[in-house]
């Protein structure tokens, strides 16, 4: 398994609440990303991090921020939490950006975010 | 919209049957990536497919690119209850993925 530590790994949380959730990486990889997986819909990318303090937004970032102040720690934090952000929410991690045949994303096991 | 289209969206089978399951798209691919999840946890890569028309075997899982580099297709042939999961093809472009919605295979024993 690729050291890739998510937490919480569940969380109940009321709506207009800060969350943060956290992911951290003992593989010195410099690529990660947070997605969220929601029934019909797959993973979504919400945002990726390309090196320390370089992030970028993906397909879903509204509402959402990330921080990438080390290596190892890459932050989501819902700043303002809304029931559709219940979700389950994906930490990923590759050692080159995207994919190719080196370089498969591995996922850490999740983070269930219920907004009530 | 998904950029990426998996069919079907559920698959129920019986073990020792095969099953197909179709990931297409209008957009093109540098390579195509198969993963397979479990309950609980995150998608484990199965496999990628870079050159158009590439065919790959992992025991009895086959993977195929389509020529245009837009679609793919996973063949499972004699299906056992311990390839019951969610299947996700992930296309590669500007060094990131897109997920499909994902195919839920289950086989019965």
């Known amino acids: 398994d690729a050291g890739i530590t998510q937490s919480p790994r569940h969380k109940v949380t009321e709506t207009g609440t800060p969350v943060t959730l956290r992911c951290h990486q003992t593989?010195?990889?410099?690529?990660m990303y947070w997605y969220r997986q929601d029934p019909g819909h797959g993973l979504r990318l919400i945002h990726y991090?390309?090196?320390?303090?370089?992030?970028d937004k993906g397909e879903v970032s509204d509402g959402y921020s990330v921080s990438r102040s080390k290596t190892e720690d890459f932050l989501l934090t819902l700043e303002s939490a809304t029931s559709s952000q219940t979700s389950v929410y994906f930490c990923?991690?590759?050692?080159?950006?995207?994919?190719?045949?080196?370089?498969?994303?591995?996922f850490g096991n999740g983070t269930r975010l219920t907004v009530t | 919209t998904q950029l990426l289209e998996q069919s079907p969206q559920f698959l129920s089978i019986q073990e020792g049957e095969n099953l197909t399951v179709y990931c297409n798209s209008s957009?093109?691919?540098?390579?195509l990536q198969w993963y397979r999840q479990e309950p609980g946890e995150g998608p484990v890569l199965l496999v990628t497919?870079?050159?158009?028309?590439e065919v790959k075997k992992l025991k009895r899982l086959t993977f195929q690119f389509g020529d245009a580099r837009k679609d793919s297709s996973l063949h499972i042939t004699a299906a056992q209850p311990g390839d019951t999961g969610l299947y996700l093809c992930?296309?590669?472009?500007?060094?990131?993925?897109?997920f499909g919605a994902g195919t839920t295979v289950t086989v019965r024993a």
């Open positions: 990923a991690i590759s050692k080159v950006g995207g994919a190719g045949s080196d370089s498969p994303l591995h």
């Open positions: 593989e010195n990889h410099r690529y």
């Open positions: 991090s390309y090196g320390v303090k370089d992030t």
């Open positions: 957009s093109v691919f540098s390579s």
């Open positions: 497919v870079v050159t158009g028309g």
């Open positions: 992930a296309g590669a472009n500007d060094y990131k993925l897109s």
